[in-house]
Nanobody
Framework: QVQLVESGGGLVQPGGSLRLSCLAT????????MSWHRQAPGKERELVAH???????KYADSVKGRFTISRDNAKNTVYLQMSSLKPEDAAVYYC????????WGQGTQVTVSS
């Protein structure tokens, strides 16, 4: 079955960096687009970044130039490198794949605070 397991979240100061990872199993990872989403308390879940199976990327305007999505098909892993973090980036971050329906990981908490 499809499983997505995020890791790498934590507490970081404003201006700091974090790299999130999402290990995917249960499907042919290299054939599928992957995406990162986030949800802050009281807000709707929003798309942060998306990468196609061919490596084409797109980003939410709020993170362009600061976040980078990438994938390692040999490791069945998608990454989100986050730099110049702001307090408003604090959220639970989820990775997602669509295969007939959306599959989500359990999420990893990112806290940005001094």
């Amino acid at each position: 079955q499809v499983q997505l397991v995020e890791s790498g979240g934590g507490l970081v100061q404003p201006g700091g960096s974090l790299r999130l990872s999402c290990l995917a199993t249960g499907f042919t990872f290299s054939s599928f687009a992957m995406s990162w989403h986030r949800q802050a308390p009281g807000k709707e879940r929003e798309l942060v970044a998306h990468i196609t199976s061919g490596g084409v990327t797109k980003y939410a305007d709020s993170v362009k130039g600061r976040f980078t999505i990438s994938r390692d098909n040999a490791k069945n892993t998608v990454y989100l490198q986050m730099s110049s973090l702001k307090p408003e980036d604090a959220a639970v971050y989820y990775c997602k794949v669509f295969w007939g329906r959306d599959y989500w990981g359990q999420g990893t908490q990112v806290t940005v605070s001094s």
